[in-house]
Nanobody, 114 residues
Framework: VQLVESGGGLVQPGGSLSLSCAASGFTFSDYTMSWVRQPPGKGLEWVSHINSGGTYRSYAEAVKGRFTISRDNAKNTLYLQMNSLKPDDTAVYYC????????RGQGTQVTVSS
């Protein structure tokens, strides 16, 4: 299993970022995939997940209405569109199979600050 996240960066409050996760080494289209994050000095937090066919999505209350998860099974890629970003969204963001958070990529840093 290999997961490579990208798209993070520094953004001002209220701004947007789009994250991507390129997956390989397994049949991506068979799995529910998730985004999790780790704020500085804190543990992992589940952010969102999407089922294998992309027909069901679930979000943490903290991001509901601001973040959108999607996937392209033809490209083996998971996405997270993040809008109306807040300083509390600052974290390293990871993708992983749902529930298998110990097997995640290297992460991408998102910093929301003015």
């Amino acid at each position: 299993v290999q997961l490579v996240e990208s798209g993070g960066g520094l953004v001002q409050p209220g701004g947007s970022l789009s994250l991507s996760c390129a997956a390989s080494g397994f049949t991506f289209s068979d799995y529910t995939m998730s985004w999790v994050r780790q704020p500085p000095g804190k543990g992992l937090e589940w952010v969102s997940h999407i089922n294998s066919g992309g027909t069901y999505r679930s979000y943490a209350e903290a991001v509901k209405g601001r973040f959108t998860i999607s996937r392209d099974n033809a490209k083996n890629t998971l996405y997270l569109q993040m809008n109306s970003l807040k300083p509390d969204d600052t974290a390293v963001y990871y993708c992983a199979k749902l529930g298998e958070y110990g097997n995640r990529g290297q992460g991408t840093q998102v910093t929301v600050s003015s």
